[in-house]
């Protein structure tokens, strides 16, 4: 392949007043390559890192210039008490894409949370965003859900309490959850959490900065957000092999999300959801080549 396989790099960024750790992917170009691709900006999802799409963008990177940002209060990025509310950290996503030299526009791809922070990015800077893939999020707002309440949902989305857990057990925990385990994922898995001297490990995002990303997801306005949407759309859904009863709820939920997400975005050229059959919600690190050939795909389609 002419200019070589993706090198990656990590480094750091500035933000809205907090340095961000990113994870970045790009390969030398031949001087007749032509213009080059839009580059794409990767989000990871509440509680999670950049790591977790360390096995998607190289490949993503074989076409363009990637980087993934550890969001704030996430990863190896600072962690302060404040500032998670949607527009800091819009304000940290832009501030760091153009720390990193993106130019005046660019992709941008969120996986569960991160796709709403993909949406608020487009939302609030359409002129900066060239096309959005959401990746199992960004299909419907907290508050949309029949008969919630923020007391309900606090209660429920709440982290669990794994401080103190043995390394081996709570890997144990991951491994059960993402089938088609391959090892390099046990690596990705302990470095989205702290690994402590003892043994065990600890969430990097503080339980009270976690509730505060809820709020902000539970005050989110859907027709300001999906109305403002001018950017091609691409939703990458998992949809489980054998469903229980709770993941049914929740598939029928983002059935209805996204047909109402497709209504709200009217002024979007393009809204495509194409779903992914026995996939668990961490499409990153289940599926990535099947995520990254889709994404690829959509862009290369858009002229992106």
Not at 159 to 167: K, R, S, W
């Amino acid at each position: 392949m002419a200019g070589g396989e993706p090198q990656m790099r990590v480094g750091v960024a500035p933000g809205s007043g907090v340095e961000l750790s990113f994870r970045e992917w790009d390969r030398p170009m031949p001087a007749d390559s032509g213009p080059r691709r839009l580059p794409l900006l990767l989000l990871h999802g509440l509680a999670s890192a950049a790591i977790i799409w360390d096995l998607t963008a190289p490949l993503l990177a074989r076409e363009r210039r990637v980087v993934a940002l550890d969001q704030r209060g996430h990863g190896q990025s600072d962690k302060p008490n404040d500032g998670y509310d949607f527009a800091t950290i819009v304000a940290d996503a832009l501030a760091a894409a153009e720390a990193l030299g993106f130019g005046e526009r660019f992709a941008v791809a969120g996986h569960s949370w991160g796709a709403n922070v993909a949406l608020e990015l487009a939302a609030a800077h359409p002129e900066r965003v060239a096309a959005l893939a959401l990746v199992d999020g960004g299909f419907g707002m907290l508050r949309q859900r029949p008969g919630a309440t923020w007391e309900d949902v606090s209660r429920n989305l709440a982290p669990p309490q794994f401080a103190g857990t043995p390394a081996e057990t709570y890997l144990g925990w991951v491994r059960s959850s993402i089938p088609r385990w391959r090892p390099e994922l046990g690596d990705i898995a302990l470095s989205i959490v702290e690994l402590r001297p003892d043994g065990t490990v600890g969430p990097r995002l503080a339980r009270a900065n976690h509730m505060r990303i809820l709020r902000a997801m539970w005050d989110e306005d859907p027709d300001a957000i999906f109305g403002a949407i001018r950017a091609p759309v691409l939703y990458v859904l998992a949809e489980p092999a054998q469903p229980d009863e709770r993941q049914d709820a929740f598939l029928a939920a983002k059935r209805r999300g996204i047909e109402s997400a497709r209504q709200l975005m009217a002024h979007a050229p393009r809204v495509e959801v194409q779903w992914l059959a026995e996939t668990v919600h961490d499409i990153p690190l289940q599926r990535p080549e099947a995520l990254a050939e889709r994404i690829s795909a959509f862009l290369r389609e858009e002229h992106i």
